[in-house]
């Protein structure tokens, strides 16, 4: 398969503007990077509930040959796309390998979730592929079924984020 974009006009209706330019700038920038395979997005995106109190769930997947350099480079990845204001690890919610991040002047917040492709297997709703640079992500995706998490994620969130 050759290198995927899902193209911007397939993208929620419901996303806003400030959320459009900064994902397309990630997407610009990930996808230059030869040690990520891919980018999904999940969330209100897929369900096409955006708003400008959204977040952006992304999933960014590593080369698994590559895996140590880019969790060890995730903050410098993260700031590396963006006006990144600021970008903590998520070990509070059992995700230490993501970045809760916040872009530009009307903050909006990413989700950076990095992970190697098997680890894209295991979850709780299927994303859209952004970006898929050799089919791994649309394979790993298409063999298997989410399983829905027994975390209340929302009751959590809203707990958090004061």
Known sequence: MTEYFLPADHWPGTLPSTHKELLQGIIEKL???????????????????????SDLDLKVVADPKEWGTVREARKRIAASVGPLVSAFTAEHIGVPQMLICLYGDMPVHVDLAFMVPEELASRPEDPVVLWDRDGTLHQVLSSNKPCPSTVDWQWMEDRIWT
């Open 31 to 53: 996808s230059a990077r030869s040690d990520l395979l891919g980018l999904a997005i999940g969330g209100s995106f897929v369900a096409n509930q955006m708003d400008d109190y």
